[in-house]
């Protein structure tokens, strides 16, 4: 019997050597090196697109948390949400009521976009432009009108010539179309950011998107450039989202951010509370993940490659921290 428990108790087992406990212990490490990230944020506002036809890829809650994790790096961030399901703005916690005011107003009556911008109350650095209802309706409206791919540029250079703080960053919530809605979000932008889902369909229709701003550089918007690819509901216990990130960077290698957002119960909880993960918990994994997505989107720069090849603290693991769904 001694000899037995002298055998037992040789090896004992370590939370210290765990999945968990090495999940915890990097997620920790990494938001230490985010206490003391510091970006530049001068020049012009960069305005960047976030569209992908493709739904239920993560496009309005990339493009939430993107903005609500600049903001946290102190810079002024505009969304405006152009998508008539108005999911953004109520992520924001903006009021977006039919009576509200809203992007809609801009594109089809021409007010001015200052008059319909509010502050979210998670930041008074994170501004929206919210979409209502009416927007649903927007596509058929604006085939008469004049000037019809270009309403919203017009009324985005106008606001940024006018403000007094004019933002750091513009991110446009696009509808998951390639209507008039996303053409006027191609027309006005500069960059564009394709969020892609870490699943088997992930690069199904990414050849029409792609060809739809060839065709827009062509014709409408010569400035508008792929700069940047998230990928997003990355799990890594499967060789799937492995091997479907690999294929993008395969294909995309300079535009591909190489912090990966993985599924997360606290992203898919915040906006039920009308915040980002950002304000909802800040220390959860998919937040870290978005705050680390943000310094390489903020650090990259209009046009800037120099820096995708550079290596980071920052740098997002390959692995999707499980050990948050216990959290919930």
């Given amino acids: ?32 090196a985010l206490e003391g990230v510091r970006v530049e944020l ?40 152009l998508d008539p399901q108005g999911n953004a703005s109520t992520a924001l916690g903006v009021p977006h009521t039919a009576d509200i005011p809203s992007i809609y107003d801009v594109l089809i009556d021409e007010f001015p976009l200052t008059d319909i911008v509010q502050t979210s109350p998670e930041s008074d650095l994170l501004l929206c432009a919210p979409s209502t209802i009416h927007l649903a309706g927007a596509e058929i409206e604006l085939v008469s009108q004049v000037a ?79 700069s940047t690819i998230l990928l997003t509901m990355y799990d890594g ?7 479907v990130a690999d294929e993008v960077r395969t294909h995309f290698p300079a535009e591909v951010l190489r912090t990966v957002i993985p599924r997360s119960v606290r992203v898919s909880e915040a906006p039920s509370f009308g915040q980002t993960v950002i304000a909802y918990d800040g220390g959860s994994a998919g937040a870290v993940a978005y705050r680390e997505a943000a310094v390489e989107i903020a650090r990259r720069g209009e046009g800037s490659r120099e820096q995708l090849t550079e290596p980071t603290t920052e740098e997002a693991p390959t692995e999707d921290t499980s050990s948050e769904e216990g959290e919930s």
């Fill in 148 to 226: 019809r791919e270009h309403r919203l540029r017009t009324a985005l250079e106008e606001y940024l010539a006018s403000a007094e703080n004019p933002p750091h960053f513009v991110l446009i919530d696009c509808p998951p179309s390639l209507g008039l809605l996303t053409i006027n979000a191609f027309t006005a932008a500069d960059e564009l950011m394709i969020p892609i889902q870490c699943e088997y369909y992930a690069l199904e229709g990414l050849s029409q998107l792609l060809g739809s701003v060839r065709m827009i550089q062509k014709h409408l918007n010569p400035r508008l450039h792929l």
């Fill in 1 to 32: 019997m001694a000899e037995s428990e002298s055998t037992t108790s040789s090896a004992p087992f370590s939370f210290d050597d765990s999945p968990i406990a090495r999940e915890l212990a990097d997620l920790t490490s990494r938001r230490k």
């Fill in 42 to 81: 001068t020049g012009p506002a960069r305005v960047i697109t976030v569209s992908n036809q493709k739904g239920g890829v993560g496009k309005t809650t990339s493009t939430v948390n993107v903005a609500a994790a600049l903001a946290s790096l102190g810079a002024r961030v505009l969304v405006i949400d």
């Fill in 237 to 243: 216990r499967t060789r799937l989202a492995q091997q």
